[in-house]
T-cell receptor
Framework: ETGVTQTPRHLVMGMTNKKSLKCEQH?????MYWYKQSAKKPLELMFV???????ENNSVPSRFSPECPNSSHLFLHLHTLQPEDSALYLC?????????????FGPGTRLLVL | AQSVTQPDIHITVSEGASLELRCNYS??????LFWYVQSPGQGLQLLLK??????LVQGIKGFEAEFKRSQSSFNLRKPSVHWSDAAEYFC??????????????FGKGTKLSVIP
């Protein structure tokens, strides 16, 4: 298996649930990203990890909690979400954190919060 | 603050016709500019990028883009569109975050429909 994979592809959860999104990259990259893609809004960068260290947190609410146990895996833990959090969550990776690097995206997890 | 604008939300072209997708940015210095494409149900894929040098950049799938500093534009072009080009296209520019690091800022995207 190659590239960037994300599981699950679709997720429906209630506002009181706790769930986790998983991202895995098989490219040997050192940087990983979480983006939120909502309808009619630009892609929003949420978190950036470089060599397993969080280097960017773009004012994301604490109900989203990222985890990067190693350079190949990235998680997004979700708890007490709101309906407005419904969106496509995209994971990406790049060789380094350098902004010039090409980012490789996974297919995303489509999240619906009821 | 740096920003990127894609004026066209949705464009429809006939297969075989030429295509130009517009992108404008606001940035003081020479920006790093990118075009990504997102096919239905897929993540984003890089088409091309510009950092410096030749202002006409060639990308994958027959796409090209031209950086025009005087117009603050980085428009994407393709001479003959194929049905498989139907997708959403995102322009992006490097920007400085509140924490002082560089990150990509994306436009809202242009959805391309292709008529057979």
């Amino acid at each position: 298996e190659t590239g960037v994979t994300q599981t699950p592809r679709h997720l429906v959860m209630g506002m009181t649930n706790k769930k986790s999104l998983k991202c895995e990259q098989h490219l040997g990259h050192n940087a990983m990203y979480w983006y939120k893609q909502s309808a009619k809004k630009p892609l929003e960068l949420m978190f950036v990890y470089s060599l397993e260290e969080r280097v960017e947190n773009n004012s994301v609410p604490s109900r989203f909690s990222p985890e990067c146990p190693n350079s190949s895996h990235l998680f997004l833990h979700l708890h007490t979400l709101q309906p407005e959090d419904s969106a496509l969550y995209l994971c990406a990776s790049s060789p380094t954190r350098d902004v010039q690097e090409t980012q490789y995206f996974g297919p995303g997890t489509r999240l619906l919060v009821l | 603050a740096q920003s990127v604008t894609q004026p066209d939300i949705h464009i429809t072209v006939s297969e075989g016709a030429s295509l130009e997708l517009r992108c404008n940015y606001s940035y003081g210095a020479t920006p790093y500019l990118f075009w990504y494409v997102q096919s239905p149900g897929q993540g984003l894929q890089l088409l091309l990028k510009y950092f410096s040098g030749d202002t006409l950049v060639q990308g994958i799938k027959g796409f090209e883009a031209e950086f025009k500093r005087s117009q603050s534009s980085f428009n994407l072009r393709k001479p003959s569109v194929h049905w498989s080009d139907a997708a959403e296209y995102f322009c992006a520019v490097d920007t400085v975050s509140g924490a002082g690091s560089y990150q990509l800022t994306f436009g809202k995207g242009t959805k391309l429909s292709v008529i057979p």
